[in-house]
C-alpha cells in the first residue's frame, strides 16, 4: 500500500500490526443504539473487546495521556476514539480531544470508530480535523436481519424500535460510508458475525459497501458480553471454522482484515499485548521527541518494506500453524500465558499468509500446575483451546510445559518451542515439517 497513512496504522494494515501501536481513550460513555450484543455495565480488566473500558476521561485527561505515551511509545503512530459508546453521541468531547491531540502533533494519525448513525452529521468536522481513518460497525444491510441485532435506535430525540429501527440506522450507515469515500477518507467497515442471523448475509454487506467506497471489511466473531440480551437468551459464539468461511467469502468480494483483537475502548499498544491495564510496563522507557519518533517509525517502514510479496496460486493443501505471540512480529509468549493466537496457512515452499486470530482462556493462571486447579478449571481451558485449535498440524510458542505438551501432541498438535520473527520460524518449521511427515500428517 502506497499510502502511509494505511502503511502505519495496525489496524489497516495486516503488515503494519507486527510494528506499529495504537492507543484509544475513552471520552465518549454515552450511546444511542442498544445492540443486543451488547452491556457496557460490565468491565473486567482482563477482558478484550470493544466497549470495555476501567475508567472514562476528560478530553484534557485524555490528551495528556497520549502526548505522555507518544514520547515513551515511538512506535505509536494511530490514536483513536472508539467508545465505550459512541464517539459521535459525544461530539464534543470527542472532537476536542482530537484538537488537543492534533495541537501536539499534527501529523498524528488520527481515527474515530463508529456506529454510523450519526455519521452524516459530521463528515465536515471529521475532514476539518484531518482525521484519516474511520471505521463503521454495520451489521446488516436488511432491516429485517438488523431488527434481531439492535433492539433501539434513538435519533434526534425519537425512539425507534424494530425493523423501523434497524432500517432508519442502515440508511444512516450507508449514506455515512458514501460520503467519506467522496470526502477521501478511507473507511473501514466492522461487522461482528452471529452465528444463525448474520452469517450467510455478511457477504451481501461487504458487496454494498463496497460499492460506496469502502476499503475494507473487517468481520469479527460475536463475544457474549455476560448480562447482554444474547448471552441471556443463548445465543452461541461462531467455530473458528465458520468465522473463516465467512471472511472466506467476503475476500473474494473485497479486501477482508484478519488481523482484529477486537480492542478495548482503552486499549494502548501492539495488537496482543494491551499496555492500558500496566502502564508501569512503559514507565520508564526511553524518552524520545518527535525528530527521534519520527526517525524510529520510518526505520519501522523500511523494514516492513523489506517483506516479500506472496507469489500467486492455489492454497490447497497448505497446513494451519498457531502462533503465540505478544506482537512485534515475534514469537515471545509461552503457551500457557497466551489469550490469543494467531492462525497462519503454510503453503510447503515456506510462504504463508494470516488467516485470523483465536481468542482463548490463559490456561495457566499461576498456579503450580498451570491451570490444572482442584476445580478442574484447567482441564476445561485446556479442552476448549485444544477444540479451537484441533485443525492446526503445530504450534509456535516460547515455552510450553511437559504436560500440556505431550496432551498437545496426543491430539495431532505438534508444540514447537522457538523464539524469534514469526515469518522465518514458520518457513522452517514448515519446510522441516514437511520434509519429516512426508506432507503427511
Not at 138 to 158: L, Q, S, T, W
Not at 228 to 244: L, N
Request: negative net charge.
Amino acid at each position: 500500500m502506497s499510502d502511509s497513512a494505511v502503511l502505519k496504522h495496525p489496524c489497516y494494515s495486516e503488515q503494519a500490526h507486527h510494528h506499529f501501536a495504537r492507543m484509544h481513550a475513552a471520552v465518549a460513555p454515552k450511546c444511542n443504539i442498544r445492540c443486543n450484543y451488547c452491556n457496557p455495565k460490565f468491565d473486567c480488566v482482563n477482558e478484550s473487546r470493544p466497549g470495555v473500558v476501567s475508567q472514562v476521561l476528560s478530553p484534557e485527561e485524555a490528551a495528556d495521556q497520549v502526548v505522555w505515551t507518544m514520547s515513551r511509545l515511538p512506535q505509536l503512530s494511530v490514536f483513536g476514539i472508539a467508545g465505550p459508546g459512541d464517539p459521535l453521541a459525544n461530539a464534543d468531547a470527542v472532537f476536542r480531544t482530537f484538537r488537543l491531540v492534533s495541537e501536539h502533533d499534527p501529523d498524528f494519525h488520527l481515527c474515530l470508530s463508529t456506529n454510523g448513525l450519526m455519521l452524516p452529521d459530521y463528515i465536515e468536522q471529521i475532514t476539518e480535523l484531518g482525521i484519516r481513518h474511520v471505521t463503521v460497525t454495520m451489521n446488516a444491510v436488511d432491516p429485517a436481519i438488523g431488527a434481531r441485532v439492535y433492539e433501539k435506535v434513538f435519533y434526534d430525540g425519537v425512539l425507534y424500535n424494530g425493523e423501523e429501527a434497524a432500517r432508519l440506522l442502515i440508511n444512516r450507515q450507508l449514506l455515512g460510508i458514501e460520503m467519506l469515500a467522496k470526502a477521501g477518507i478511507l473507511c473501514k467497515v466492522n461487522s461482528v458475525h452471529i452465528p444463525e442471523v448474520n452469517g450467510e448475509h455478511l457477504a451481501e454487506v461487504t458487496r454494498t459497501v463496497k460499492k460506496l467506497g469502502a476499503f475494507s471489511h473487517n468481520i469479527m466473531p460475536l463475544i457474549l458480553s455476560p448480562g447482554s440480551f444474547y448471552a441471556k437468551q443463548g445465543y452461541r459464539v461462531p467455530t473458528g471454522e465458520e468465522s473463516a468461511a465467512v471472511q472466506q467469502a467476503s475476500s473474494e468480494i473485497m479486501p477482508v482484515m484478519r488481523h482484529c483483537r477486537q480492542c478495548r475502548a482503552d486499549a494502548v499498544g501492539m495488537l496482543g499485548d494491551d499496555l492500558s491495564q500496566a502502564p508501569d510496563l512503559i514507565q520508564n522507557a526511553v524518552l524520545f521527541d518527535k525528530a527521534g519518533r519520527d526517525a524510529h517509525q520510518e526505520m519501522l517502514v523500511a523494514r516492513m518494506n523489506k517483506s516479500v510479496e506472496l507469489a500467486e496460486g492455489s492454497w490447497d493443501g497448505a497446513v494451519k500453524v498457531a502462533v503465540a505471540t505478544r506482537g512485534s512480529g515475534q514469537i515471545n509468549q509461552h503457551f500457557g500465558h497466551a489469550r490469543e493466537f494467531l492462525i497462519y496457512e503454510a503453503r510447503e515452499s515456506g510462504e504463508h499468509r494470516l488467516v485470523g486470530v483465536r481468542k482463548v482462556q490463559a490456561y495457566c493462571n499461576g498456579l503450580a500446575d498451570c491451570g490444572e486447579d482442584e476445580g478442574g478449571s484447567g482441564v476445561r481451558i485446556f479442552a476448549e483451546t485444544v477444540h479451537m485449535l484441533k485443525d492446526c498440524i503445530m504450534l509456535l510458542c516460547s515455552g510450553i510445559g511437559k504436560a500440556p505438551a505431550s496432551k498437545l501432541k496426543h491430539a495431532g498438535i505438534m508444540p514447537i518451542v522457538c523464539k524469534g520473527d514469526i515469518d522465518s520460524q514458520l518457513r522452517d518449521n514448515v519446510k522441516f515439517y514437511h520434509y519429516f511427515a512426508g506432507g503427511c500428517r
